[in-house]
Nanobody, 124 residues
């Protein structure tokens, strides 16, 4: 089991930036595909960005390409740098971990480990 704890959410105005962090408390961190997902009430949880086990490949949702950057480091921390935020980015953001063989484009159902979520609110 992978324990994940997100931090860094908050409220910003449109055009602003936030950085989400998620330390992973597991000795097997390097074997997991990691990802950031988001969810708004009444909608399904959607993938925002995912990253391969060694960080060499990333996947981004079309809506965040060019604005968000996902990264992971050897200190077992996953981050999501969010720039040029828009009101439609408002959501509860989750950090998630999946077995290393899961495709980067896979949906939330392929991720068995989740954090508790951190709220991001972007005002216009």
């Amino acid at each position: 089991e992978v324990q994940l704890v997100e931090s860094g959410g908050g409220s910003v105005q449109a055009g602003g930036s936030l950085k989400l962090s998620c330390p992973a408390y597991t000795p097997t961190y390097g074997t997991h595909t990691m990802g950031w997902f988001r969810q708004v009430p009444g909608k399904e949880r959607e993938a925002v960005a995912t990253i391969s086990t060694y960080g060499s490949r990333q996947f981004y949702a079309d809506s965040v390409k060019g604005r968000f950057t996902i990264s992971r480091d050897t200190a077992k921390t996953l981050t999501l740098q969010m720039n040029s935020l828009k009101p439609e980015d408002t959501a509860l953001y989750y950090c998630a971990a999946a077995p290393g063989g899961v495709p980067l484009e896979a949906g939330a159902g392929s991720y068995p480990n989740w954090g508790q979520g951190t709220q991001v609110t972007v005002s216009s």
